[in-house]
């Protein structure tokens, strides 16, 4: 699915063109056209339909000035060494990689100072190239609805509640018979990788913040659309109506850049009562804006508790290395 | 939906027997049969199917020992106000008497003792009946998984995410374009409900506890069964093992009585990764024990986390109260 | 919902623009954005969210070109009559005046011709303006399918089997206790619309097709998208590869008048074995080409057997409204 | 999820009890309950979840009266003529020998006289044992339907387009992505079944009932139940009430002989405008039953329409296997 978005989401990018696909070892040789099971609603174009696709290594890819990975992790780690070795910047979706202390993992409107961490990484590991990562998906929606807050009011606790949709599982991923008139309160290591990604993210470069998060992760029966109910004890005071207005006057890096893929503003704010809604608002800056509602004070915490809606593909995998990528050009990175 | 599960509860019931049934103006006159949308896979019973609704009047009624009630809260406030003034037990549903300082919100195996609340109702009020009510759907899960802990380790705070089924809105209820491939985080005054009746339900009578609440309520694609993410930070250490323990063999007045409507364990404890789930596991205990699942650590609020799943309309509201009736019953009451 | 995708589909229409909404006297004077409940992922845009709502009375509406109806069946018949009397062309969703003879079904593919009959209208009614309406939904996109085959092989008997969006009940429309794990047999009044809409659109002004139409109507749980499972005797052998080559080919009047709201092909053949799907075919052509797929021999009635599936609230609805106005206005009818 | 159906219908059976388990290589040794991932609400039973699996084998199996296959069809094919050589009774799901001339398909209550089959298969093949084959799922509801209206008017021609269950797929089987939001056309070789079978099981033994049969058949989104709208050309006139009579009366073998997982009735007819329904209808007679409504008159093809709901798994598989076996000990075939 991630794959599927990514081609999706570079069909005519301004920057970047899809040169060639690689992947694992039984589909070398095979057009993607016929190798895929397409599942999104726009048609695979035409040109990708015909590629044929090449085996996961440096030698068979060529010259190319940015590698995507939506490898599975267990393949990622090895294969984005070798890219990366090669000297390829290496925008990975894959969890291999994300917790080294020498690689970022980058939400670009969150933490793109962290960026320099791959000066470390080069030297410490000898590399020309280096891989950078971007959160899991629940982690990315997570963080950027966090960060004006960490800004403005400080942040001593967490806990989030997800309500997480199917593609967010792959293809085939969740089987039917499991979400049909169902939830699934578990997802593997989802809980962990929230609780240790955002800590990362949202701290210095190499020193994790220190607040505290805990995770409880679910699976419900929408198709695209991670949806998240956030409890936040603040450092200071924090007014919902100033929540409100903190958030969605946001902006970051990406938005001052003016990269290809950054929406307008990546937090938008919903005043009813019954937003965000995954299939009404997943859409929300192309999927790379994250949508917050129902900001209210929770007395429990000292703080406050909302509901943030983000696209798990798109900003929550595809879209968010794309704007890593866009990021590194428009900095002089690549 | 509720007045339906109150028929299926009581087939075959070993005390009690439908007498009776009332509805509002528009429905006076037609037979069951003829004026419900009967949505149960268990067909209606023949001889509920005939019977010609009365009008909500104790007058019209007669000579019955209990009334259950499952009136729109609007009309519920009167309605059953007459009912007890006649003399008549009401076991209500309505949310419109619960919070009132002298009718007991009655979850038996929680809160039992609570019934001597009807004593000061009726020297107030004057009446030879009494309004007993149950707690709202979610409060009752929760409630009944909070109650050994309480016991046991004591109660700080609590924050409760929900994933809540449609049958909980009624018939018609939640529209199809409203759920389908979607979450709806909103439901109306369901979070206030929560945090009050908790306290209410959990403290002593007329003496609310002194913890503290906070809900996130939202509506899932689910039919029937409300999931709920808790959060819990306990007085003394809750080690996850030992509260799966204390959970499991709990047991409450309605099964030292051996109500015939109580579960042999009302918190049936899952050790499995990925339950509780609604579709496999809201049928425990015909609908009245809730299943708890994924009981762990929660360094944040230095405390447990843990999911729970019960069935809204048996547990949480028609069996719930014909749970209360029982009890009643068995204890001299009626 | 019909109302939405009007609003939806006319934005940043080359040739018409809202003017003016009126909708039924509860709602006179509210806002648009206030008093709709907007279940579309596009945002309502902002020029129509601020529209006052007037009444359904030509005196209130003054002077616009074009008047689209997606009134409820009960109150369309005297509006619409009204808005014509009053020298307005009336385009219309409403089955109201559907079966009237002297108004035609207008599905511009299939059958433009039938715009004549507006003359007889207007002779016969007194009438400066006109009422032109469109099929319902399922024959929208049965008929479009159909009208390749009638040209050339013939058609002897259709039978088909539905599979209908939510959608297409309106909203609050489909409970989703009615159909969550459930499909349901049966909406009123369809097969009877089915059977004898295509009829009178498939035959010569004011006389209908010969053949004959069966139909059996279901409603499934999705959102968008109206599948149908047509079997077709034909009159001379209908081979499925042609079948698929002059259904791909196909185009009508609106493609050569190229007018804004058509698709370049109003019939796309797919040729995997499991296509079309409604997630992902019902946007083809901006919703307004049917998807047909599985186009094989039927040995029992001795011709073809095939998959259509078409946008209902587009090319079943709303959209075809506009194309219907974009025909008239381009022959000069406007 | 067969073999999960086999295991809930065979418990607390008055004549039969699960003895052993046998699969493929990869699950030998291993408890059933720690292999099977079960999706039943209904828990796995005790003792079945503590028995080892054993190799597909007659020698590993022992002495047991009946075995029963859902085997994979390509692991079905020689593993049930080894059960079979080695004289055991094998009633078997799998669709690899239901075509062999010498097998016969039994759905008890439509063709229990094909039984004498089995003398042929034995001398042909030299087997004391004999395979007994039951329709694939839409076929079995197909046929039960058919039965008393080929008896009474005579068949000529039956379309019929099926709405299919996932758990049909088996599990994991149809991926939520595929089906949430979502109608598939297209199940890999069931329309070939439901033609070849449906003759099969409706003529007299070896000899295919000469009617026509034409099928399209589609998942959806539905968990269990599969619906089928069937237009039939009738030998005689067949009015809607009478074959609504004819229908509700229909009882075959398994009925006078009170087999007993026999329903009272095999055809349960509803006359409610919008029934049956998956969710509300598919437990009728446990499963066993097929519920038919709609009966209407057909004018296109002289004769009726109707639609078909049966559990697909009940009476689809499991439970007619197990229904061929009580009729073949009651009649001394065993």
């Known amino acids: 699915m991630v794959g599927q978005k990514f081609i999706e989401m570079l069909q005519g990018h301004p920057w970047f063109r899809i040169e060639a696909l690689a992947a694992s070892e039984r589909s070398i040789g095979i057009r993607y056209g016929q190798l895929t099971k397409w599942r999104l609603p726009m048609p695979i174009p035409e040109d990708i339909k015909d590629l044929e696709v090449l085996p996961v290594d440096p030698k068979s890819i060529g010259d190319v000035d940015v590698v995507y990975s939506a490898l599975p992790a267990e393949e990622a780690k090895a294969a984005e060494e ?5 000297g390829h910047m290496v925008f990975s979706n894959a969890s291999s990689h994300r917790m080294d202390e020498d690689v970022p993992i980058l939400n670009p409107e969150v933490n793109c100072e962290h960026a320099s961490i791959i000066d470390e990484q080069r030297k410490r590991r000898g590399w020309s190239g280096a891989i950078i990562t971007n959160p899991n998906c629940t982690t990315a929606v997570l963080t950027l609805s966090l960060k004006p807050l960490q800004d403005e009011y400080g942040i001593r606790r967490v806990l989030v509640t997800t309500m997480q949709a199917v593609s967010g599982a792959g293809y085939p991923g969740v089987a039917s018979l499991d979400i049909l008139d169902n939830v699934i309160p578990f997802i593997k290591n989802e809980e962990e990788k929230v609780q240790s990604e955002t800590l990362k993210i949202m701290g210095e470069p190499v020193k994790p913040a220190k607040f505290k998060v805990s995770a409880s992760c679910n699976r419900v029966s929408t198709i695209d659309g991670h949806m998240e109910a956030v409890f936040i004890e603040t450092e200071i005071k924090a007014p919902p109506s100033s929540v409100a207005e903190v958030m969605a006057k946001f902006q970051g890096e990406p938005q001052r850049l003016k990269l290809p893929t950054a929406p307008n503003f990546p937090i938008v704010v919903r005043h009813e009562d019954d937003r965000p809604q995954p299939r009404l608002d997943r859409m929300e800056g192309k999927g790379m804006s994250v949508v917050v509602g129902r900001i209210r ?33 428009a900095v002089g990175l690549i």
Chains 1, 2, 3, 4 share one sequence.
């Open 297 to 329: 004070r929770d007395e429990v915490l000292d703080g406050i508790k909302y509901i943030v809606l983000g696209h798990n593909t798109a900003r929550g995998a595809a879209g968010c290395s794309i704007l890593n990528s866009e990021y590194f050009k």
């Open 82 to 86: 070798d890219f990366a070795r090669d």
